[in-house]
Structures are given as C-alpha cells and as structure tokens.
C-alpha cells in the first residue's frame, strides 16, 4: 500500500524560510498527483493553502507556495509568521480515484 | 454560494451501523465528484471513499472497502455514507468534500462543516 510521508515536525525562526515536503513510498510526486496543502484548523474544515500543485487558494498570503522539488511535492513559506504556526497536511491522489493524506507536518514558529 | 451541510452523525456502539447525508447546493451538484474525508481526535485527514459525478464509479479507502458504502442521489443533491459495522477507531468527524471535477482527478475544493460520529460502548 502507497504511504504518503510528511516531516513530523520542522521549525522555523520568524521572518525565515521553511519547506514542507510531501512524497510517496514508491515513486515521485508529479503534478498528476494534484498535490493540495492544507492548514489545520481546530473544530474547522482545514484551510486550503495550495491546489494542484501550485495553484495558491483565494485569500492566502502569497507567502505561501507550492512545487514539485525532487520527487516530491513541496509547501514553501517565505517570511514565517507567528500565526503559521499550525499543523499542516497534504493530500496527493493515487490513481485509480484513490486519494491519500499525509500524516501531516507540525510547524514551530 | 457552495454549500455542503452533513448530517446523521451520533454516538453508536460497535457493530452498529449509520447513514450519513451531505446535503449540497449552491452549484451544479450533477456535475461534480463528491468525497467523505474524516478526521479522527486529535489526528490528520483521512480520505474515505469518493464517488464520481453520475454515481457510477466509487472509490473506498481500503480500511472500509466491504463496510462503508458511498452513493448520491442526484434528483436530491445529497451524498450519503452508509457505515456498517462500526468500530472505535471509526469516531471522527465526517466531513463531505466537493470535488472540482466530475472525477476522479481534480482537487477537493469546497469542504462542509462536518459531522460527529461517535462509536463507543
């Protein structure tokens, strides 16, 4: 079964650069695999950050982007903020209409 | 406005089965795939099952392929989950997610609100 791996936690000082990655067990992450990254949002449906691959969602700093690096899909934040301290997960679909999160990455600002 | 409003979620035991709907408007319901996504305590996403723009393709997680049941009625513009034999690490909330395409490719652009359900002795 195809896992979906993520850091479980990174840090970043305020004002700095971090990357969240997202790949696969087997295999590179390309744009086919319609990468999204999502915020976490306690008692919320998550925040949308970035649709298919790098398509930044409507009302989010363009602080936040989104590629394929390597083989693996990456969630960019230039200029950290205290308030993107979060828990951030992606998503990335499989084939066959089968989707799969990350378990997903904690940022410490 | 896109609007996705679950419903059905409540506190069952183990073994217990439960139908959730997701209630949709606000768009071209037939023209969209549909997804439950969930998210257990405490815990990440998961995707659960997805079901293309006419209901005839489904999809399911492996952990519910033979429990969970996806299905939609188009004339209503409802998506519903029937749950069977629920189990504790089942207890999450449900959310109905909106996919941007017909399917099975795309991204899940619009989420509802979510719906608790509780399997618990």
């Known amino acids: 079964q195809t896992l979906v791996t993520q850091e479980s936690s990174l840090s970043v000082s305020p004002g700095g650069t971090v990357t969240l990655t997202c790949a696969l067990s087997?295999?590179?992450?390309?744009?086919?695999?319609?990468a999204t990254w999502y915020q976490q949002t306690p008692g919320q449906p998550p925040r949308t950050l970035v649709y298919?691959?790098?398509t930044r969602s409507s009302g989010v700093p363009d602080r936040f982007s989104g590629s394929v690096l390597g083989n693996k899909a990456a969630l960019i934040i230039t200029g950290a903020q205290a308030d993107d301290e979060s828990d951030y997960l992606c998503?990335?679909?499989?084939?066959?209409?089968?989707?799969?999160f990350g378990g997903g990455t904690e940022l410490t600002v | 406005e896109v609007q996705l409003l679950e419903s059905g979620g409540v506190l069952v035991q183990p073994g217990e089965s439960l139908r959730l709907s997701c209630a949709a408007s606000g768009f071209n319901f037939i023209s969209y795939a549909m997804h439950w996504v969930r998210r257990a305590p405490g815990k990440g996403l998961e995707w659960v099952s997805g079901i293309s723009n006419s209901g005839g393709a489904t999809y399911y997680a492996e952990s519910m392929k033979g429990r969970f049941t996806i299905s939609r009625d188009n004339s209503k513009t409802t998506l519903y989950l029937e749950m069977n034999n629920l189990r504790v690490d089942d207890t999450a909330v449900y959310f109905c997610?909106?996919?941007?395409?017909?399917?099975?490719?795309?991204?899940?652009?619009?989420w509802g609100q979510g719906t608790l359900v509780t399997v618990s002795s």
């Open positions: 298919n691959t790098n």
């Open positions: 997610v909106r996919l941007s395409t017909g399917g099975p490719r795309g991204w899940f652009d619009s």
């Open positions: 087997s295999g590179s992450v390309s744009t086919a695999h319609y």
């Open positions: 998503v990335l679909y499989l084939g066959s209409g089968i989707w799969k």
